[in-house]
């Protein structure tokens, strides 16, 4: 999976809410790789949600950064000013110190030394803060640079129609380049499949409405991209003309699938897609995302709270707790070898239909001050097997390794 180039990278993400800075994600960092469903598990509040709403630049994240196909999309400005901060109380103390050294030479040293940082800091919030507003215009440029690098290459000794036809090619791709909007290759699928869809318009205006914000103003493709999308997810064309209201829950929750893929994704988030439905309409909604991941290439970030529904659809799950990410692995390895307390109280709270197993499952419960010692160090993020990550310190790093025999 690594040997593949990541379409999404979230690095140290941080989302905080209020005055008193409630941490609803906090240093959270992982990549999702092309044509993979990368699961995030975890209970109500864990920040799961957040997350992918903060990728897919519904909120101004507060700290860390996010990168779409390469492109920096967002960057929260507070890692800038929690560093300068930082650095004028270290260079504050190293100044009392100078001061009753009496080296005065050494104190405007570091003054100029802070004032340089400061600055350093100031700009790289200028460019975080550009690339946010202008990612659309920059990964536009950056496709066209390297499209036409590209293409400058191939031209090279080719004559004839053979350098016809590969100019037209890179004409083509020039086009769509120049109209190509970043953030709408990511779309949302959201969790409540009532409250998501507007009741006062039709499922055609619905599922259209990507496209007429677009500029698109073509009614007969617009009204064909419509028809198409609703065959795709198992409706009829005759739906176009109904309102919400009409549909059953796992109806609406196609409706919502319907709107995301006629954007033409590349990464779809699906924020507990099937939650709100009956077991049999999950399984349904379920195999549609898988056979549309299938058909149009499609990455999805798949947040759900049940265990089982992620381990069946997606390649990696990673485990959240209170706003951290507490284990990350493949699918297989994180139900065969669970590592952090709270992943191995989660999978102990799946239910199976077998009243056998049902009499011998034992329930862990999770209790942090009893299941950690973090007064002398605290945790990170290891990597304790390939691709298989926890967070701990030292001591359980070299627990869990001895347990797991590595």
Do not use: W
């Amino acid at each position: 999976m690594e040997n593949r180039e990541p379409i999404l990278q979230v690095r140290h993400l941080r989302q905080y809410f209020g005055r008193k800075d409630f941490k609803a994600v906090d240093d959270v960092s992982f990549d999702v790789y092309q044509g993979e469903v990368f699961g995030i598990v975890g209970e109500s509040g864990c920040g799961k949600t957040t997350t992918g709403r903060a990728i897919i630049k519904l909120y101004n994240i507060t700290g860390g950064e996010v990168f779409f196909k390469g492109q920096r999309i967002s960057a929260g400005p507070r890692d800038f000013t929690d560093a300068i901060a930082a650095e004028r109380k270290a260079t504050a103390q190293r100044i009392e110190d100078l001061k009753k050294a009496g080296d005065s030479a050494g104190v405007q040293a570091e003054k100029q030394k802070l004032k340089a940082f400061i600055a350093e800091q100031k700009k790289a919030m200028e460019e975080a803060r550009r690339d946010q507003k202008d990612c659309n215009k920059l990964y536009r440029e950056r496709r066209e640079k390297e499209i036409k690098e590209e293409y400058a290459k191939k031209l090279q000794g080719v004559s004839g129609d053979q350098k016809h036809a590969l100019e037209h090619e890179r004409d083509k791709l020039l086009h769509e380049a120049a109209h190509e909007n970043l953030v709408t290759r990511m779309q949302m699928v959201f969790q409540d499949p009532i409250s998501s869809l507007n009741p006062r318009m039709t499922v055609r205006e619905i599922i259209a409405e990507g496209l007429r914000i677009q500029g698109i103003k073509d009614e007969k493709y617009i009204n064909e991209q419509v028809y198409q999308m609703l065959e795709m997810v198992g409706l009829v064309r005759e739906h176009a003309d109904r309102y919400p209201h009409e549909f059953s829950g796992g109806q609406r929750q196609r409706i919502g699938i319907a709107r995301a893929i006629i954007m033409k994704p590349d990464l779809i988030i699906a924020d507990e897609p099937v939650s709100a439905l009956d077991v049999s309409i999950q399984a349904q909604v379920i195999n549609l995302l898988n056979n549309l991941r299938k058909e149009m290439g499609l990455t999805i970030v798949f947040i759900a709270h049940d265990l089982s529904v992620v381990k069946y659809f997606s390649d990696r799950i990673a485990v959240m707790y209170f706003g951290k990410m507490v284990e990350l692995a493949g699918s297989d390895e994180l139900f065969a070898h669970p590592m952090h307390p709270y992943t191995r109280s989660l999978l102990s709270a799946i239910p199976l239909p077998d009243p056998d197993y049902e009499q011998r499952r034992k329930r862990i419960v999770y209790q942090p001050a009893l299941a950690h010692d973090y007064s002398k160090e605290g945790p990170t993020f290891r990597e304790i097997l390939p691709g298989h990550f926890v967070s701990c310190n030292s001591v359980e790093f070299e627990r869990y390794k001895k347990e797991f025999g590595i």
